[in-house]
């Protein structure tokens, strides 16, 4: 069986999220989502998101090509994690395009094109 994973707040979840999700899961039989947790988010990442935690990670888990979701609570977790759950593939945005290179080591790394004109920080601009 071949095992992804993808990282991510998935936060005002849209139509790019769910196409991230469904390329990803193309990529082999098993797509596990880190999702960010809340404190990580705060203190980390420095953003707030409008979900929680646990009502993000619920519609995460409602999704079709979603068969797992974990915590993310650190940026270096991500060894450790395609370690632990044996990944084949990590999967990200293209807007990460090269920061997660470090990882080619331990799996394949694919970054994804983005889907054009959508994003959280758009739909949270448009709202103001």
């Not at 707030?48 to 915590?71: F, M, S, W």
């Not at 470090?102 to 983005?114: E, S, T």
Request: one cysteine or more.
């Amino acid at each position: 069986m071949k095992k992804v994973i993808t990282y991510g707040t998935f936060d005002l979840l849209h139509y790019g999220h769910v196409r991230l999700l469904k390329r990803a899961k193309e990529l082999g039989d098993y797509l596990i989502v880190g999702l960010s947790t809340d404190e990580f988010n705060e203190y980390k990442k420095h953003k707030e998101a409008y979900n929680t935690y646990p009502e993000r990670k619920y519609i995460l888990e409602a999704i079709r090509y979603v068969d797992e979701v974990i915590p993310e609570k650190d940026w270096d977790q991500k060894i450790d994690d395609i370690k632990k759950y044996d990944i084949d593939t990590f999967v990200m945005g293209s807007d990460w395009e090269g920061k997660f290179d470090f990882l080619k080591p331990y799996c394949k790394v694919v970054y994804l094109p983005r889907t054009p004109g959508i994003s959280t920080t758009k739909i949270k601009e448009d709202l103001k």
